[in-house]
């Protein structure tokens, strides 16, 4: 498999998903480093329409979950089911079985069901009493939050955050991609159908990743990844602004997602080499969720995104 077929998914998905690039261009990320993203944007911008097509365009099963306050963890999971026929339980497998899924407003459920989720994202399986289930070898997490009601939520903790691969912000569309957005609907509703989605198979997934990890990167490269994150951990080392508005930095997992995301940002635009540009690219994204900003920096009203690009232009390119 070649870039190219990613790119002609991330064509189709940005005729069907209008004004929202960035999204599409993580998700495809995701999908190729393995991982799962939390998607952060107001009602209406087309979160679970991408994913959603992506479902479409893929091998594999999908699945939404709406998350509410009195989901339960075997809601999320599945259940043991007693069957008088056999006189035994069985366990039924429930939604995060899928290939793909989508966790809706994952912030609207109390903690353990948030935790189940999460701890199957990252062991990748699900245990019930003394037998674990295997969830499948194709498996990626998009949650939703919702930004502008929190009345009523539960906040994910830090810790749990640290799961996400990739943390997106997703805008409003321009008046552009406004008119491109009443076009694409109305021809929709009039029609009744859209232009065929491109298929790929799971296995053309698994192909893409391993083009991806073999891609060449300089040991200039990795040192720069490497030092991005220990910036965050040392950040007086750098400036006094930074030791000021950070308190806890990145874990591992960061110096992980940033060398996996970098990976596949270029190799979608179908380099066979890593540079600072693709590590740069993909920095707000990865360290966004990692980062855990001061009393002071939060007073000030400092964003992580600020920290972060005063991270890029202190920490110099190797």
Known sequence: MTASNLRELEQWLDQQIVGQAHLIERLLIALLADGHLLVEGAPGLAKTRAIKCLGDALEGSFHRIQFTPDLLPGDVTGTEIFRPQQGAFHFQQG???????????????????????LEAMAERQVSVGSESYSLPRLFLVMATQNPIEQEGTYPLPEAQLDRFLLHVQVGYPNAEAERAILQLTRAEAAAGDTAPAPQLSQENVFQARAAALALHMAPAVEEYIVQLVMATREPAAYSDDLAHWLDYGGSPRATIALDRCARAHAWLRGRDFVSPDDVQAVAADVLRHRLLLSFEAEAAGVQSDQVIQELLRLVPVA
Not at 97 to 115: G, T
């Open 95 to 117: 939604p995060v079985f899928s290939n793909l899924v989508l966790a809706d407003e994952i912030n609207r459920a109390p903690a353990k069901v948030q935790s189940a989720l």
